[in-house]
Every structure is written in structure tokens, then in C-alpha cells.
């Protein structure tokens, strides 16, 4: 089977992405991710620390390129708090910064 279309690649990334982190599909392009005794909701658009109690939840907002297929979006954050599930607390921390994967941040303008 031949995939072309970025959209089938990045869906197909994502599949091996979820496996790998042990990530649930809730609904739609929502998933539940268990990592370092954190749970997360992630979907194209944010990520969200749930507490265990009920009580404080916070959420986090991922920026984006339109050109990026969402599944792409959702796979990278997974990848990364799945690797360092403490990233969330820096991220809160540095709101309208971006975070790369080699661990450096910019300013988003």
C-alpha cells in the first residue's frame, strides 16, 4: 500500500506513536497519556495535567503550523512528555514560549 498523502503518513506515525507511549484514544483526536505518575489529555491543540484528586487541573497550549497535520502535533507532544513528563511544569512556566525537541525554547511572535 502506497501512503502519499501527508495526512496518511502522519496518521500512520501517530498509530506507531500511541503504541509506543501507551497512549489511549478517548474521543476523536483526544488522547490519555500515563507518564511519570502524571495523566495527560492531549489533543492538536493543548495539553492537559489532570489531578488525581479532582481538584487543580491545568492545561497547556501547543502553537501550531497550519501546514502541520494534527496527528504530527499530537504525536510529538506525546513523544515528549511520554520521554520527560516534568516538561509540562516548565512549559506552564514559559507561557507563549515554544519548547523543540533538542530541549531549546523560542519566543512565538
Known amino acids: 500500500m502506497r501512503i502519499g ?3 496518511q503518513r502522519a496518521s500512520l506515525y501517530l498509530e ?3 503504541g509506543l507511549t501507551g497512549a489511549k484514544r478517548v474521543c476523536g483526536h ?3 497519556l500515563k507518564a ?3 495523566r495527560f489529555l492531549l489533543d492538536d491543540s493543548a495539553v492537559r495535567l489532570i489531578s488525581p484528586s479532582g481538584g487543580k487541573s491545568t492545561c ?3 502553537p501550531t503550523n497550519p501546514f502541520l497535520p494534527r496527528q504530527e502535533v499530537i504525536a510529538s507532544a506525546l513523544l515528549q512528555l511520554k520521554s520527560n513528563p516534568k ?3 516548565k512549559w506552564r512556566k514559559r ?3 515554544v ?3 533538542n530541549g531549546k525554547i523560542f519566543r512565538k511572535d
Open 95 to 97: 507561557p507563549g514560549y
Open 99 to 101: 519548547f523543540r525537541a
Open 87 to 89: 516538561l509540562f511544569k
Open 16 to 18: 506507531r506513536i500511541v
Open 60 to 62: 497547556f497550549s501547543i
Open 36 to 38: 511519570g505518575g502524571k
Open 30 to 32: 483526544t488522547y490519555f
Open 5 to 7: 498523502c501527508p495526512e
